[in-house]
């Protein structure tokens, strides 16, 4: 069931989905959300490489208002966000993915 917050409930969910969202919109990660040009745009792109999450305009409008705090980012580094990290990747080159896992 999704919530107000278009993050559907019924499916796992973490920091690290809301954290890659706030990293392209503030410029982390060597990602630039002009790449993407709207919040439709990136929330087609992350919904089509991650069956785990439902994310809509409303949901990362919601998250633009509140940044990245990199000193609070866990990572999780299941099998599901590797699988995404891979997809991200392969799309854009420029990903710094290190600095994602926080190495």
């Not at 993407?36 to 994310?55: C, M, P």
């Not at 949901?59 to 990572?75: F, G, S, T």
């Amino acid at each position: 069931m999704a919530t107000h917050s278009g993050i559907d409930e019924t499916k796992p969910s973490s920091s690290n989905d809301r954290s890659f969202i706030r990293g392209v919109l503030s410029g982390d990660f060597n990602l630039d959300f002009n790449k993407f040009g709207s919040y439709k745009v990136l929330a087609n792109f992350i919904n089509e490489r991650q069956d785990t999450l439902v994310i809509t305009v409303n949901n990362i409008a919601q998250l633009k208002r509140r940044p990245l705090n990199k000193r609070k980012l866990i990572m999780d580094q299941d099998k599901l966000v590797i699988a995404f990290l891979d997809s991200v990747s392969k799309e854009l080159p420029e990903f710094d993915r290190k600095s994602f896992l926080g190495k």
